[in-house]
């Protein structure tokens, strides 16, 4: 059965026309038209991340998540947040990957607006994002050796990511088991769409492939702090 990708692609860009028509340059229209071969395309979707934090309701936390892959390597991101930081009433979606930098949609004004690259320099204090409702005893004693000058729990793994893209924080750690694939993609996308840098507790790139669970992770602004 052959499959029409030229059609899979219009129908995906008349679902999200404001990307198409609103928010991005020509530059970057023509890697949005480009021709992917859809056998080298995941999609990783986590619909409500930070499910834990929901339940609690600490709702800006929440988010949704989609990723795409090429090669098994995050390129482009969706990051929705239905509860903004600011104003619970009003939502905001983040998209963007390699090539298009990162664009922030703010529904209740229908606005775009193109985040800003981050600039790497040496970073004289460490701000440290990580989890809180997974911390841990064996958690604490791991980031206590990275000696931030701030630790801030906040929920949600991708919430977290754009804690550090917005520069909430500079860094976010999480050493231990639990994080899934589809809870970073599309925040991985984003990250590096930037200019920042992310990889496993290893050091090694994230792969999306079969191996469902990822072994931590370390989120970092600039080159210095992520080599530290």
């Known amino acids: 059965m052959e499959i029409d990708e030229s059609g899979i692609m219009k129908r995906v860009r008349d679902l999200v026309p404001f990307i198409h028509e609103k928010s991005v340059k020509e530059d970057q229209r023509k890697i949005w ?38 090669d098994d390597r995050s390129e482009y991101g969706v990051i929705h947040k239905p509860f903004s930081d600011k104003d619970l009433g009003k939502q905001e ?85 639990g994080l899934k694939l589809w809870d970073i993609c599309a925040g991985e996308a984003l990250l590096k769409a930037v200019g920042g840098y992310i990889s496993d507790c290893l050091g090694k790139p994230v792969v999306y492939g079969s191996e469902l669970q990822v072994k931590g992770v370390i989120v970092a602004r600039s080159k210095d702090l992520f080599d530290k």
Not at 54 to 65: D, I
Not at 139 to 154: D, F, H, Q, W
Not at 160 to 168: P, Q, R, Y
Request: with cysteine; net charge positive.
């Open 93 to 177: 979606t983040y998209f963007g990957g390699k090539g298009l930098g990162v664009i922030k949609y703010s529904a209740s004004e229908a606005t775009f607006a193109s985040l800003p690259k981050i600039q790497d320099k040496e970073s004289k204090e460490i701000v440290l994002l990580t989890t809180c409702s997974h911390y841990s005893e064996s958690t604490e004693r791991i980031l206590k050796l990275i000696n931030p000058s701030k630790l801030l729990k906040i929920g949600g793994a991708g919430n977290k990511v754009l804690g550090v893209i917005a520069d909430k924080g500079n860094c976010y750690v999480y050493p231990s088991k």
């Open 33 to 70: 038209d480009s021709q992917l071969e859809l056998s080298k395309l995941g999609i990783w979707v986590d619909p409500l991340d930070g499910t834990k934090d929901y339940t609690m309701g600490k709702v800006q936390c929440v988010t949704s998540l989609v990723g795409i892959t090429v």
